[in-house]
């Protein structure tokens, strides 16, 4: 079974705190990770993804996200969050090639002023 | 840039109606999702279609059936509604090149039922 799995449901950080969402996965094989986010009462946006080479990407905004084999890990960082940055964030997962993407539960991530 | 439609935005139902949700993406793509989204439970898959005319089951396919008769369209039933049923519904749609495409999603239907 394919399983995607983010431990905090809920994070709350001041303006301008570094913040680290974390993100593990079950798959076996080559796997295609990404990050989401989804403001009040939207959609979802995508964010970034990682698909092989170097283990740490770039996405919009400051977000950056580190691949970890040995972990199984895809945690998403942002140095020095802004208010705006409050917005539930997803990581997804899919098997290299496949088209059945699966989705963590989220992670509610509060910026206080 | 494209734009994934979603109607309605609320829809009400009674219990044991059936209902239908429709999409529609301008992007032309191929492959097109829908998911249910709960509050605290994430994102579930309920069916998706990879082209026109193809349906894939989900984790979450029982209680609904899906259509895809054109590319650009995409609609879910929920073959008997369920009393006090609340959910959110997301379409989503995403090109050719598989693994390294992104998923691109309407602004979702919310769900409730009496």
């Known amino acids: 079974t394919q399983t995607v799995s983010q431990s905090d449901a809920h994070v709350t950080v001041f303006e301008g705190d570094s913040v680290e969402l974390r993100c593990n996965y079950s798959?076996?094989?080559?796997?295609?990770l990404s990050w989401y986010i989804q403001h009040h009462g939207r959609g979802l946006q995508f964010l970034l993804k990682y698909y092989s080479g170097n283990p740490v990407v770039q996405g919009v905004n400051g977000f950056e996200a580190e691949f970890s084999k040995s972990d199984s890990s895809f945690h998403l960082r942002k140095a020095s969050v802004h208010w705006s940055d409050s917005a539930v964030y997803f990581c997804?997962?899919?098997?290299?090639?496949?088209?059945?993407?699966?989705f963590g539960s989220g992670t509610r991530l509060l910026v206080s002023p | 840039g494209g734009i994934i439609t979603q109607t309605p935005k609320f829809l009400i139902g009674q219990e044991g109606q059936k209902l239908t949700l429709k999409c529609q993406q301008n992007f032309n793509h191929d492959t097109m999702y829908w998911y249910r989204q709960d509050s605290g439970k994430g994102l579930r898959l309920i069916y998706y279609?990879?082209?026109?005319?193809?349906?894939q089951k989900g984790d979450l396919s029982e209680g609904y059936d899906a259509s895809r008769e054109k590319k650009s369209s995409f609609s879910l039933t929920v073959t008997s509604a369920q009393k006090n049923e609340m959910a959110v519904f997301l379409c989503a749609s995403r090109g050719l090149g598989g693994v390294a495409e992104t998923l691109y999603f309407g602004s979702g239907t919310r769900l409730t039922v009496l």
């Open positions: 997804a997962a899919s098997m290299t090639g496949g088209y059945k993407v699966v």
């Open positions: 279609s990879i082209t026109e005319n193809d349906l």
């Open positions: 798959y076996g094989g080559s796997i295609y």
